[in-house]
């Protein structure tokens, strides 16, 4: 408690304790704030809650097995993870998918950007008390993951990408049900700009709210949209392409405003993005061809293959019983996340288990910015800019 | 997997050299990827240059990275990845540091964004940080035994 001088005199802080369990914390985030009455004086986030030693757990396992592992991070993001994680270890062993299974990839992880962005427009509009977009919100969120079960058999913890392609051939059909969604998805973002973008609260509670500077955002290590809010155009897809995105046209939606609104309508933006970077993917996408990497040792033989040729089933014995073993270094990387920059460093040391797996979580280093967005404004205000950096905090405690 | 550092045409490398000679003591490529490896007492001088000088410009610290080479000595090490948003290239800094001493001078007051990394580190490797604002854990309890991502640090039951 420290006693601060204001225009009536001098008065004492008081500190508040936010969290952990705050509907409005995203989970178990929590935040010592120090109060001057109802503005913040000092911001402290405190997080830890949900650490579960995933680095520590990946030191265990084989490269194929730490898959699982980065479903758990960003579960909003499932596949943007697996993206990452199988393009180190890819990079690491010097492999490359073939361009189906690229394609296949690229069209996924847009995919769940739009489905985190979704629930992102939707549980920051729940918090600033617009609960009907919620509902609105999931509903289509709903319509992505019911595409991610068709193609992996699971809604959330997807596991679909494999070190040197995708685990199955997706199935017939699966590709009209992604072309429905995209027919129907631009009418429904603009039923949730009816509801926000000029919404007389939504602007009051979001305009000039939470504001930060290019200069302090690179500084804090801030990426994503909350980085590009503020005028920069760093984004990993463009400036260092992976997965095939340099063949794809898409523009990087960027304000220079820095507030919560901006962020709010860079997310939008970024949705129709994604629409675009989807169908381009499907129109690429050829109709045949291999969805593994030809990479005997690594990637499991055809089923097929296993019961005529013993060299197939020998593999196969010794991928699931022993892994694979690529040689000694280190590699590094990145890929744009629907928060900003994940990246994954993987270390080997010849042997079949990962020898470090640091994971780069942009929700952790975003969350850094926090007490910059919000001291010196009001209360309320915190529950706007915690929801407008987007933070999960599955990838912040790891 | 090491190339000879001399034939190396990666101008960041260059460019430190000419900063300071002894600043570079290995360059490794691997995979398209650079890594610089720094002497422990050139780390902040050579992360306030590589900042500012405009033709490099990393301004971005996007990772730091512990990673525990038990039992070989020098134990830890440090990895710096760095982004230039202007010019589009990547590098990495690696610091070796010993496990008598394992203190690192803290880059916190060049890209204030390696707080909570280096506060990260210190936590499950127990590596220091001279001249951090704030060296404290971070994600786990304050009164926890043990640095977990050390290698001597069992991953199931009791230690």
Known sequence: MTTVRTAVGESKTMILNMGPQHPSTHGVLRVVLELDGETVVKARPDIGYLHTGIEKSGEALTYSQAITLTDRLDYLAPLSNNLCYCLAVEKLLAIEPPPRAKYVRVLLTELTRIASHLVWVGSHAIDLGAMSVFLYCFREREEILNIFEMVSGQRMMTSYFRIGGLALEPPPGWLDRVDHFLRIFPSRLAEYENLLTENRIWLARTKGVGVISAENAIALGVTGPVLRSTGVAYDVRRAFPYSGYEEFQFDIPTSTDGDCYARYLLRVAEMRESVKIVRQAMEKLPAEGPIKADAPGIVPPQREKMKTEMEALIYHFKIFTEGFAPPPGEVYQAIESPRGELGFFVASDGSPKPYRMKVRAPSFVNLQALPMLVEGRLLADVVACIGTIDIILGEVDR | ?159
């Open chain 2, 1 to 159: 997997m090491t190339e000879k550092a001399d034939v190396d045409p990666n101008p960041i490398v260059t460019k430190l050299r000419d900063w300071e000679p002894r600043a570079v003591a290995e360059v490794i490529a691997f995979r398209g990827e650079t890594t610089i490896v720094i002497p422990r007492e050139f780390l902040r001088g050579a992360a306030e240059y590589l900042a500012v000088a405009p033709e490099l410009d990393f301004k971005l610290l996007s990772d730091i990275t512990g990673v525990d080479r038990f039992p070989v000595e020098p134990r830890f090490e440090l990895n710096y990845h760095l982004v230039s948003i202007t010019h589009g290239v990547r590098v990495r800094l690696r610091v070796r540091v010993p496990e008598i001493d394992p203190v690192a001078e803290s880059v916190t007051p060049v890209w204030p964004t390696a707080n909570w990394h280096e506060r990260e580190i210190f936590d499950l490797f127990g590596v220091r940080f001279e001249g951090h604002p704030d060296l404290t854990r971070i994600l786990l309890p304050d009164n926890w035994e043990g640095y977990p991502l050390r290698k001597d640090y069992p991953t199931e039951g009791s230690r």
